[in-house]
């Protein structure tokens, strides 16, 4: 089983930015499709960026395309999302997740093993 601890979520004003990290143990992280979810109030909780195992392919929600950068360090087992222009729609839970394939590859947010508790990102118009 894997363990994720999600941080670096907060209340930042519109046009700022907010770096998330996820930290994984317990499971061979660079072995794993990773990504990042996300769920505001009221909605279904939707995919925001994957990142292949060795970090050569990423995808992101059309949402986010030009504003986040997923990235990871699997000698350290983290995972990192850079959030620049963040938006007041950008308001959710952000959420680490253990991917598969499809997390990838289809953008699936069902398409995944784990999940971390999520961190809070707030953006003030």
Do not use: H
Not at 23 to 35: D, K, Q
Not at 53 to 58: K, N, V
Request: glycine share 12%.
């Amino acid at each position: 089983q894997v363990q994720l601890v999600e941080s670096g979520g907060g209340l930042v004003q519109a046009g700022g930015s907010l770096r998330l990290s996820c930290a994984a143990s317990g499971r061979t992280f660079s072995s794993y499709v990773m990504g990042w979810s996300r769920q505001a109030p009221g909605e279904e909780r939707e995919f925001v960026a994957a990142i292949s195992s060795g970090g050569g392919i990423t995808t992101y929600a059309d949402s986010v395309k030009g504003r986040f950068a997923i990235s990871r360090d699997n000698a350290k087992s983290t995972l990192y999302l850079q959030m620049n222009s963040l938006k007041p729609e950008d308001t959710a839970v952000y959420y680490c997740v253990v991917g598969s394939t499809g997390y990838l590859t289809r953008r699936d947010p069902s398409a995944s093993d784990s999940w971390g508790q999520g961190t809070q990102v707030t953006v003030s118009s």
